[in-house]
């Protein structure tokens, strides 16, 4: 004397010497099924690459991503004999402030020492670019405020060789070339007064037909004479003078 409908049991109860006939229903109860999901959140690197002498060390273009310290540094050097385009990027979670200090050499960055400072403010892109640069440069990123972690990348393109300029010292021989000799004066000694002859020989010992110009100067206590004189001779020419 049962029956079953749905998720309702149903019972009837026939009682002929009453006439009457009873009917009872029973609902079936409902399971609810409770699903927990459990987030793993992986934990931030806030302990590496804390001084410049442990820096972490890009070979070439990548990144290091949920990092997390107070300051922590890297760098990256352009290959030997190359310079090349180089730019350091700073990606924060929106709720952090982390800032980028850089030095385009081998010295270490610091809050105060830097040759590139964006500072832009919690949750912004910093951007630090050299073009044609060639060595090593150092980034170092400390966190200014807030939570969370950020995204250092570092990318170096557009490299090519360094080129030399070497100067070449040359010496040219001029041609022109003479000289002074058997000079004598008469009469010597002289008398307060008296005129002094000079007698000298002028040579060309070049290779060019050259003029040469003579210039004389006579001073003392009681004369203060200059003159000049113009000259022209051949290759291994000479000529006397006498002034």
């Not at 009872?24 to 410049?52: L, M, N």
């Not at 060595?135 to 060789?161: H, M, P, Q, R, W």
């Amino acid at each position: 004397m049962n029956g079953y409908c749905g998720s309702r049991f149903t019972y009837y109860v026939d009682t002929q010497a009453l006439s009457r006939t009873f009917v009872a229903f029973v609902e079936r109860a409902t399971t609810t099924t409770s699903t927990t999901t459990t987030t793993t959140i992986p934990q931030c690197d806030s302990s590496s690459y804390t001084t410049c002498s442990n820096a972490y060390t890009f070979t070439t273009s990548g990144s290091k991503s949920n990092m997390c310290g107070i300051e922590q540094y890297y760098k990256i050097s352009t290959p030997q004999g190359k310079k090349c385009d180089i730019e350091w990027k700073l990606i924060p979670d929106s709720p952090s402030d982390y800032d980028l200090y850089v030095k385009w050499d081998s010295n270490c960055p610091s809050t105060t020492e830097y040759d590139c400072r964006p500072y832009l403010g919690s949750g912004v892109t910093e951007i630090c670019t050299k073009r044609e640069f060639s060595g090593a440069t150092y980034a170092l990123v400390k966190k200014f405020g807030g939570i969370g972690v950020y995204k250092i990348e570092v990318s170096i393109t557009n490299c090519v060789d360094i080129t030399t300029t070497t100067t070449t010292s040359t010496t040219t021989t001029i041609p022109y070339s003479g000289v002074i000799e058997g000079l004598t004066a008469s009469p010597n000694p002289a008398r307060a007064r008296e005129t002094v002859t000079l007698s000298f020989v002028v040579k060309n010992t070049g290779t060019q037909r050259t003029t040469y110009k003579l210039v004389g100067k006579v001073e003392g206590s009681c004369v203060n004479q200059q003159g000049q004189r113009d000259i022209t001779l051949n290759p291994g020419e000479s000529q006397t003078i006498n002034v």
